[in-house]
C-alpha cells in the first residue's frame, strides 16, 4: 500500500482544514487507518484511527470534538477534518495503514505503511 497525503498548509487560530491520504491498490478497506502528528523536537504521537469499514473511530484526548476522520473506501482515501486550530496543532501530520482492519490502535509500530506527511502551520 502506498499513502499520499495532502491537504495541509497555513491556517489561522481558530480556522479549519481538511487533510486527505489517498492510497494505492484494491485492499485499502482491508486496513485500519491512522492519522499520526510530529512537531519539531518532538515525538510522533497519535491523532486517531478508523476501522477497515468506518463505522469506529478512536482520537486522542488533545483532539477530540476538533478533528473527525472518515474514510470513502471506493476513493481509497482517508480524511482528516481539524476544526478549531490551535497552534499547538502546528506539525507534519502522516496517514498510516493498520493491517489489524477492525482495531484501533495507537501505537507507532502498529502501522506498517506510512505516507509522506504534510504540513500543517497555525498562526495565532
Known amino acids: 500500500v502506498q499513502l499520499q497525503a495532502s491537504g495541509g498548509g497555513l491556517v489561522q487560530a481558530g480556522g479549519s482544514l481538511r487533510l486527505s491520504c489517498a492510497a494505492s491498490?484494491?485492499?485499502?478497506?482491508?486496513?485500519?487507518m491512522g492519522w499520526f502528528r510530529q512537531a519539531p523536537g518532538k515525538e510522533r504521537e497519535f491523532v486517531g484511527s478508523i476501522t477497515g469499514s468506518g463505522t469506529l473511530t478512536y482520537y486522542a484526548d488533545s483532539v477530540k470534538g476538533r478533528f473527525t476522520i472518515s474514510r470513502d473506501n471506493a476513493k481509497n482515501t482517508v480524511y482528516l477534518q481539524i476544526n478549531s486550530l490551535k497552534v499547538e496543532d502546528a506539525a507534519v501530520y502522516y496517514c498510516?495503514?493498520?493491517?489489524?482492519?477492525?482495531?484501533?490502535?495507537?501505537?507507532?509500530?502498529?502501522?506498517?505503511?506510512w505516507g509522506q506527511g504534510t504540513q500543517v502551520t497555525v498562526s495565532s
Open positions: 491498490g484494491r485492499t485499502f478497506s482491508t486496513y485500519a
Open positions: 498510516a495503514a493498520d493491517p489489524s482492519v477492525q482495531r484501533l490502535r495507537v501505537g507507532v509500530s502498529h502501522y506498517t505503511y
